[in-house]
C-alpha cells in the first residue's frame, strides 16, 4: 500500500469548533455548544437577470447580470450544548415561555430587534466566522435517544438592517470576539 500524500488528498481539518451565540446581537455572548462534525456554510448570491430588446426582451436570456448581495446560510449538529442557550434558539429569542405563541408575538420583526450575533470560533483566527444578524431560519432538528441526543439548526445570515451597529457587515474575524 502507497504512503498517504496529503498533495493528492488535500483536506483542512479545524479541530473544536465552539459555537456561541448572543440575543440581542450587541449581548453577551453564550456558548451554544460543539458541533459533532462539520459547519456547513451556505453563501447565497441573490442575482437578477437584466432583460434587453437585443436578447428577445424578457423571454431571451439576459444581456446583463445584477448582483444585489448575498445571505450565508451556517448549517450544524451539536454533539454536546447548553441547554438554555438552545432554548433561545428554539424560542427564537421571542417567545417567553417555550411552546407558547402569544398573539403579541405574531409579526415580531427578526432582523432588526431579535437577531442573534452567531460566533464559530475556531483555533485559528482565519478559521473564525463572526456573523452580526443570523435568524434561526429553517426547522430546528432535535434526537433524543437512549444513549445520546443531538440538536441540527441553520442560521440565515445577514448583512444588518440600517441603525444596526454593524449595518454594513455580513461577517467578520474579530479576533475579540471571543472574549
Known amino acids: 500500500m502507497a504512503d498517504y500524500d496529503p ?6 481539518k479545524l479541530g ?4 456561541r451565540i448572543a440575543a440581542p446581537y450587541d449581548g453577551t455572548l453564550v456558548d451554544l455548544g460543539h458541533a459533532t462534525d462539520q459547519v ?4 447565497r448570491p441573490f442575482l437578477l437577470d437584466v432583460p434587453g430588446s437585443r436578447n428577445g426582451g424578457a423571454q431571451g ?6 448582483w444585489l448581495g448575498e445571505v450565508v446560510v451556517v448549517i450544524f449538529s451539536l454533539s454536546s450544548y447548553l441547554q438554555s442557550s438552545v432554548d433561545l434558539v428554539r424560542e427564537r429569542a421571542i417567545m417567553s415561555t417555550a411552546g407558547t405563541i402569544d398573539q ?3 409579526g415580531e420583526f427578526l432582523m432588526t430587534d431579535n ?9 485559528e483566527p482565519t478559521d473564525t466566522f463572526n456573523f452580526w444578524c443570523a435568524i434561526p431560519r429553517e426547522p430546528i432538528r432535535v434526537g433524543d435517544g437512549p444513549k445520546y441526543s443531538e440538536w441540527a439548526m441553520s442560521f440565515e445570515c445577514h448583512r444588518p ?4 451597529g454593524k449595518a454594513n457587515i455580513l461577517w467578520d474575524r474579530n479576533s475579540d470576539a471571543y472574549a
Open 104 to 106: 403579541d408575538d405574531v
Open 161 to 164: 438592517p440600517c441603525g444596526h
Open 40 to 43: 456547513d456554510r451556505q453563501h
Open 115 to 123: 437577531a442573534f450575533r452567531l460566533l464559530l470560533h475556531a483555533k
Open 61 to 66: 436570456p439576459p444581456i446583463e447580470i445584477q
Open 7 to 12: 498533495a493528492c488528498h488535500s483536506t483542512k
Open 16 to 19: 473544536l469548533l465552539d459555537i
